[in-house]
Nanobody, 128 residues
Framework: QLQLVESGGGSVQPGGSLRLSCTASGFTLGYYAMGWFRQAPGKEREGVACIGSSLKNRDWETDYAPSVKGRFTISRDNTENTLYLEMNSLRPEDAAIYFC?????????????????WGQGTPVNVSS
C-alpha cells in the first residue's frame, strides 16, 4: 500500500524553526520528484518547495516559493526513504497544514509538479 506520512509539525513562536519529515512506504521515494505544499485556512493549497529524484541524479534541482526562499530547505534521504523540510525564521503567515507529495517524473518545478500521491498533512502554527 502506497503511503506518505508527514510528521514534525507543531507550534512555534515567530522566528522559530521546525523540521518536517515525510516517510514513504510501499514505494521507493528516491525515484520521484517530491514536493512540499501547504494550505492555510480559507486559502488555496500552494507549492512551497520541490526537489528532483535522487536515484536519477536530479536531487540537485530544487525550487522554492519566493516567500520561503532563503528560510526553508528541502532535502531527502534515500536510506530513510524520507523527505524533509527544514523551516527557519518562521513567520505567522507560514502557519498552515503542510503536505508532502510525489510526482512520477524525476524532476519538476513548482510550476509543473503534478503529484500522484499525497500525505495526510501535518499542522504548523506560528504565533506568539
Amino acid at each position: 500500500q502506497l503511503q506518505l506520512v508527514e510528521s514534525g509539525g507543531g507550534s512555534v513562536q515567530p522566528g522559530g524553526s521546525l523540521r518536517l519529515s515525510c516517510t514513504a512506504s510501499g514505494f521507493t521515494l528516491g525515484y520521484y520528484a517530491m514536493g512540499w505544499f501547504r494550505q492555510a485556512p480559507g486559502k488555496e493549497r500552494e507549492g512551497v518547495a520541490c526537489i528532483g529524484s535522487s536515484l536519477k541524479n536530479r536531487d540537485w534541482e530544487t525550487d522554492y516559493a519566493p516567500s520561503v526562499k532563503g528560510r526553508f530547505t528541502i532535502s531527502r534521504d534515500n536510506t530513510e526513504n524520507t523527505l524533509y523540510l527544514e523551516m527557519n525564521s518562521l513567520r505567522p503567515e507560514d502557519a498552515a497544514i503542510y503536505f508532502c507529495a510525489a510526482d512520477p517524473q524525476p524532476s519538476r518545478s513548482l510550476a509543473t509538479i503534478t503529484p500522484f500521491w499525497w500525505g495526510q498533512g501535518t499542522p504548523v502554527n506560528v504565533s506568539s
